[in-house]
């Protein structure tokens, strides 16, 4: 092999499209089955941008670099920016008015403000993901402080314990970064 990532139409980029297509139409086909359904074309424009935003990130950064670590780094960084995202626009995760809840758009930027600063290179996409761990740990710790928090339905423990999934999730993704920039070396 010449030393370049060949990226066709292979069974997992197939399954990749495939699942995002059925994921978008489903809301069209509940339309025309339930009355409750009502999307318009702007709802269908930014969950076509979510949906297929992090496919082509994954697919862009797939050929430029060809590790699985660092693949696996970038599907679960993706992964994780997307259901973070998804979660707060369907119901936010302390509720739908609690304005702690735009505070999670917040980490997603801080970390794609990392990955641009460490011009995607292993070793500084490691620190970064490490970096929204830590601020996903302390935005927990606001949370379980905020007196806005104690009266959701689902408790500061459910939203902790969310906090707490994406932040090892988060870890998960610098882990692996971490990994593909000591396979480079």
């Given amino acids: 092999m010449d030393g370049k990532v060949r990226i066709g139409w ?74 973070l995202v998804w979660i707060n626009l369907a119901v936010g995760i302390l509720g739908e008015d609690n304005p702690i809840n735009f505070s999670f758009f917040l980490l997603v930027m801080a970390s794609a403000v990392g990955a641009f600063a460490a011009r995607l290179r292993p070793d500084g996409m490691a620190r970064a993901m490490f970096g929204t761990a ?20 689902r408790g500061t423990a459910g939203a902790l314990v969310l906090c707490g999934f994406f932040a090892a999730m988060w870890l998960v993704a610098a882990a692996l970064f971490h990994r593909a920039s000591r396979e480079g070396r």
């Fill in 10 to 83: 292979n069974g997992w980029r197939a399954a990749r499209w495939g699942m995002a297509t059925a994921l978008l139409l489903t809301p069209a086909v509940m339309m025309q089955v339930r009355d409750d359904w009502h999307w318009g074309p702007a709802a269908f424009l930014l969950a076509g941008v979510m949906i297929f935003g992090p496919i082509l990130a994954y697919e862009r950064t797939a050929r430029l670099w060809p590790s699985l670590a660092y693949r696996g780094g970038v599907a679960t960084a993706l992964v994780v920016s997307f259901l």
């Fill in 134 to 153: 830590v601020m996903q740990g302390l935005l927990a710790l606001a949370i379980a402080t905020a007196p806005s928090a104690a009266n959701e339905p």
